[in-house]
């Protein structure tokens, strides 16, 4: 028989919040992290973007050590987990993954620096583990921005495998003049708060976030149940997406099929909406194909910006609120609707019984993730 895996811890570190608490007040408040910056190291013109505030960081990370010798993204990491992680026993059934796309990509400013090295991916992993104390050699993914949930699918087969008990997970990226240079090198950034599937959207806007969650094998105190996923590269372009959604219905397809339930079960998406021509014309695609143009479905980007490698797993984690509390909360930025195929916008905050809830991202190199969670009652 097949393990069950259940994610029963969550928290989260972003510009509206040091708390999912927090973060679902702002959410139904209307508050966007979105402000206009004019931060010459970043970029030599202003821009719009979602970014925490560096002493609101340092007095959070005072309060629990008084180590000096971690950088601005380790801290925001081990923020957002200390609060699931504190109270547990860590074990050599217990695993840890971190996610990210870029990691401590800054480091590579300075090469003569002592912190060079923090750029490694597996050097940012180990930092973070060995705060903690984890036993087991810490596994990093790394798959553009559908890293942070394909964590979370990740975590769920090795739990099922039965290498692990439970596994935490943690995924953050940052705002940073590498991200920025890029994302304006393809002229995908917005010269205003991004506008996911909207008529007048003209792009991305940038933000800067870190989620942790727990998942585990044992149902108690679960929030919700994993009941299916899939990850499909449709390898259609170096950054953009499939004209036909092909590899992300072929994913959300795959979940539908492991969680044995039927698309017109689902009772809301979370959807990747990055608010780009491209990528919102995409996923509309295949929601239809899928028969899902009629599930109430939002974008967090409004509220967060495009958290790169953390977007997926910080809105699981928004989501997991959303349905545990059978609110759906308003797609911000939306106006008119701004793609080809019908799809049904959450215009309002309002109140819905929910059960089952599908996240989905896309990212560069065609790659595609969705799962599927179930509410545990």
Do not use: W
């Not at 099922?160 to 990226?173: A, K, L, P, R, T």
């Not at 940073?176 to 393809?186: A, H, M």
């Not at 092909?246 to 994913?251: A, C, I, K, N, T």
């Not at 065609?366 to 545990?376: M, R």
């Amino acid at each position: 028989m097949i393990r069950e895996v259940y994610i029963t811890e969550t928290n989260c570190i972003t510009p509206i919040g040091f708390d999912v608490a927090t973060n679902i007040k702002n959410i139904i408040g209307g508050v966007s992290g979105i402000q206009l910056h004019q931060n010459t190291e970043l970029m030599k013109m202003p821009f719009y973007a979602s970014i925490i505030n560096d002493e609101a960081i340092n007095l959070a990370f005072a309060k629990i050590t008084s180590a000096e010798n971690y950088t601005r993204l380790e801290k925001i990491m081990i923020l957002a987990m200390q609060p699931i992680v504190e109270k547990s026993n860590l074990d050599e059934r217990t695993g840890f993954i971190l996610s990210t796309t870029k990691g401590n990509i800054t480091a590579l400013l300075n090469p003569s620096s002592d912190n060079f090295q923090n750029a490694h991916l597996s050097q940012l992993a180990k930092n973070v583990a060995d705060f903690f104390g984890f036993k087991t050699e810490p596994i990093v993914i790394s798959n553009a921005c559908v890293s942070g949930i394909l964590a979370v699918s990740v975590a769920k087969r090795l739990i099922q495998s039965e290498m692990f008990d439970n596994i935490y997970i943690v995924s953050g990226d940052e705002v940073s003049e590498f991200v920025l240079s890029g994302f304006n090198s393809f002229q995908a950034m917005s010269d205003s708060p991004c506008r996911p599937y909207s008529k007048n959207r003209n792009g991305v806007t940038l933000g800067e976030a870190t989620a942790a969650v727990l998942l585990s094998s044992n149902k108690e105190n679960a929030k919700v149940k994993i009941i299916g996923d899939g990850s499909i590269n449709d390898a259609n372009h170096i950054s953009g997406p499939s004209r036909t959604g092909e590899g992300l219905f072929r994913s959300i397809e795959s979940a539908l099929t492991e969680a044995k339930i039927n698309a017109n079960q689902i009772d809301y998406i979370s959807a990747h909406g990055t608010a780009t021509s491209f990528n919102d014309e995409m996923e509309a695609i295949a929601f239809n194909r899928l028969g899902l143009e009629n599930v109430p479905v939002n974008s967090l980007k409004g509220y967060y910006g495009h958290t790169l490698g953390a977007s997926g797993l910080l809105e699981t984690v928004i989501g997991i609120e959303s349905v545990l509390e059978n609110k759906l909360f308003v797609s911000m930025g939306f106006d008119e609707i701004g793609v080809s195929q019908s799809i049904n916008i959450i215009e309002k905050n309002e109140d819905k019984e929910m059960n089952y809830f599908l996240k989905t991202a896309s990212g560069f190199g065609g790659c595609n993730t969705a799962i599927l969670f179930e509410k545990v009652k």
